[in-house]
T-cell receptor, first 113, second 113 residues
Framework: DGGITQSPKYLFRKEGQNVTLSCEQN?????MYWYRQDPGQGLRLIYY???????QKGDIAEGYSVSREKKESFPLTVTSAQKNPTAFYLC????????????FGQGTRLTVV | DQQVKQNSPSLSVQEGRISILNCDYT??????FLWYKKYPAEGPTFLIS?????DKNEDGRFTVFLNKSAKHLSLHIVPSQPGDSAVYFC????????????FGPGTRLSVLP
């Protein structure tokens, strides 16, 4: 079954620690995205990547870092510099071309304790 | 500055009636629009899309209308069912390779039995 997988589903982090959220897709999609959702708010773009070894900052990239060493994988690191990291994080992928839609993973809920 | 707006945070509709969800955008260069449905603690799922060269697209109970001059689109669900109760996100993109998706804040639809 093709799809996009995020892990873990729930993650707890102590203040001051970095944490990495995993995102893997087997859809052969070129483009991958990370969004953040806060209660009562929409999806805000953190980073996106249209091709391996290349990525661009989204609207709220501060305190986050990403890598795209493989087409299938786009991990997101939430660093200690992120002031309000508690949120629901969503990874998505798309073919990146015309008429493309984004396919989403099930999300990771990160809680800072 | 929100480029995609959904001015109704919530909407309640009786089962069997029509649900109309609205979305406005500010950037006239957007040329591809999508609607997503999201349940709590899950990733959004794609519902329907429309290209700017069309003014209507239909898929079963879901129809999306686009009014480019007003920079407005709407999603009609007929007939509404209790399982349609979810948050609906409108999204827009430039239909070129390498462009990301811009999401609205969402509208919570409640379909009452």
């Amino acid at each position: 079954d093709g799809g996009i997988t995020q892990s873990p589903k729930y993650l707890f982090r102590k203040e001051g620690q970095n944490v990495t959220l995993s995102c893997e897709q087997n859809l052969n999609h070129d483009a991958m995205y990370w969004y953040r959702q806060d209660p009562g708010q929409g999806l805000r773009l953190i980073y996106y990547s249209q091709i391996v070894n290349d990525f661009q900052k989204g609207d709220i990239a501060e305190g986050y870092s990403v890598s795209r060493e493989k087409k299938e994988s786009f991990p997101l690191t939430v660093t200690s510099a992120q002031k309000n990291p508690t949120a629901f994080y969503l990874c998505a992928s798309s073919i990146g071309g015309f008429g493309a839609e984004a396919f989403f993973g099930q999300g990771t809920r990160l809680t800072v304790v | 500055d929100q480029q995609v707006k959904q001015n109704s945070p919530s909407l309640s509709v009786q089962e069997g009636r029509i649900s109309i969800l609205n979305c406005d955008y500010t950037n006239s260069m957007f040329d591809y629009f999508l609607w997503y449905k999201k349940y709590p603690a899950e990733g959004p799922t794609f519902l329907i899309s429309i290209s700017s060269i069309k003014d209507k697209n239909e898929d079963g109970r879901f129809t999306v209308f686009l009014n480019k001059s007003a920079k407005h689109l709407s999603l009609h669900i007929v007939p509404s069912q209790p399982g349609d109760s979810a948050v609906y996100f409108c999204a827009a993109r430039f239909d070129n390779y390498g462009q990301n998706f811009v999401f609205g804040p969402g509208t919570r639809l409640s379909v009452l039995p």
